[in-house]
């Protein structure tokens, strides 16, 4: 397992990094609890809050260049505010549009929603970087749940026989819905399963942004040379599953060890302030910046509801398209005829 916190004197850390990451990991946080208030009033139809999720997803996405891909989930909304998808296209992807819509130019796929359907598109992603000569990497993330998927097999598959640079990064957040780790696999660890495809696989404490943050540093300069890398983040999933799920339920906290279910803010604000990395208002600075930033974003979602285009939702999918995919605009173009915006008398 890789750990830094609690492992080694943070006095010989980038400071700067380290500052960073906790940045990123409040804004994210902000971002998380603000999104859960406005379904909660029905602003939009659904949230999968990822609380408790932000080191593992901030530490990984920091790893990344500029010119690497993003592949998300619908549960890595912090990563992508860290690769710099601005605030207001997820909020506006949420509330119905198409993610294609955005205005940012970042190399990043939209999120997946059919569980580990992203993983082979990942693959191809990583695939075409090596046909093209290019130094892109992929990074792929997805949950424990997704490991039980043909896709997951598919693509690891593929990307251990043709090299493909990839890294694929599991958040093992303890449940997928109500089904717990234990009752997803019968292997040890997720990371093991990687020897099944030649390729290496790592476990980190996934409440540790500067271990995520240096192991996927290290797994995606490895891809790059051909060698794909499984990661699995252990972390824990605060909150319900989604603001439709009941967790009162199920979930057994008292069941994981702490490290795992601790607060990864928490944990790293403190290790940081008792390392003299970070003064007494630091946090309370950036969530202040982060919730004008989110009124801001929440604003720009709004106005944007009056420039619907459903017809956007198939732009960007293919040069050219396939016919079953002009019978499906077709088919919805014949619907939204006939039966209005659904969002329209909001
Ligand atoms: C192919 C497919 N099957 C089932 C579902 C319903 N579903 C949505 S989330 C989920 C659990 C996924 O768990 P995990 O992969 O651990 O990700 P997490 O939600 O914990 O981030 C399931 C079964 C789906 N979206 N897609
Ligand atoms: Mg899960």
Same mark, same amino acid.
């Given at each position: 397992m890789h750990r830094v916190l609690g492992e080694r004197d943070l006095s010989a850390v980038d400071g700067d990094l380290a500052r960073r990451l906790l940045t990123e990991m409040v804004r994210a946080r902000v971002f998380d609890e603000r999104a859960f208030a406005l379904q909660r009033q029905g602003w939009m139809s659904g949230y999968p809050p990822f609380r408790g999720q932000e080191a593992s997803q901030v530490g990984a996405a920091a790893a990344m260049t500029d010119d690497d891909w993003l592949v998300p989930t619908y549960r890595s909304n912090a990563a992508q505010l860290t690769r710099g998808v601005p605030m207001?296209?997820?909020?506006? !992807?949420? =509330? &119905? @549009?198409? $993610?294609?819509?955005?205005?940012? *130019?970042?190399?990043?796929? +939209?999120?997946?929603? +059919?569980?580990?359907?992203?993983? +082979?598109?990942? %693959?191809?992603?990583?695939?075409?970087?090596? @046909? =093209? $000569?290019? *130094?892109?990497?992929?990074?792929?993330? !997805? &949950?424990?749940?997704?490991?039980? $998927? &043909?896709? #997951?097999? $598919?693509?690891?598959?593929?990307? &251990? %026989? !043709?090299?493909? +640079? /990839? /890294? !694929? #990064?599991?958040?093992?957040?303890g449940w997928a819905i109500s089904t717990p780790e234990s009752m997803q696999t019968a292997s040890d660890s997720i990371a093991e399963k990687a020897d099944a495809y030649g390729i290496e696989g790592v476990r980190v404490d996934g409440n540790d942004p500067l271990a995520t943050y240096e192991v996927v540093t290290e797994a995606l300069s490895m891809a790059r040379e051909g060698r794909p890398v499984l990661v699995e983040s252990l972390t824990y999933r605060q909150g319900p599953h989604t603001t439709s799920d009941d967790p009162e339920r199920y979930a057994d906290r008292e069941s994981f060890p702490e490290w795992r279910t601790a607060d990864p803010i928490e944990r790293f604000e403190s290790a940081l302030s008792e390392a003299d990395a970070i003064d007494e208002g630091f946090v309370d600075g950036v969530r202040e910046t982060a919730e004008e930033a989110f009124a801001a974003a929440k604003r720009d979602a709004e106005t944007a509801d009056a420039n619907r285009d459903p017809e956007a939702l198939f732009a960007s999918v293919y040069e050219t398209a396939p016919p079953s995919f002009d019978a499906q605009r077709r088919e919805l173009n014949e619907w939204l005829e006939r039966h209005g915006d659904p969002y329209e008398n909001e």
């Open positions: 207001a296209d997820i909020l506006r !992807f949420r =509330r &119905g @549009y198409p $993610e294609f819509g955005s205005d940012h *130019d970042l190399p990043t796929l +939209p999120q997946a929603v +059919p569980i580990a359907s992203q993983i +082979p598109h990942a %693959v191809g992603v990583g695939m075409a970087a090596t @046909y =093209r $000569e290019t *130094d892109e990497a992929a990074l792929c993330y !997805f &949950g424990d749940g997704a490991t039980s $998927e &043909g896709d #997951f097999h $598919e693509g690891l598959n593929f990307a &251990g %026989v !043709f090299e493909a +640079p /990839v /890294v !694929f #990064f599991c958040e093992n957040n």
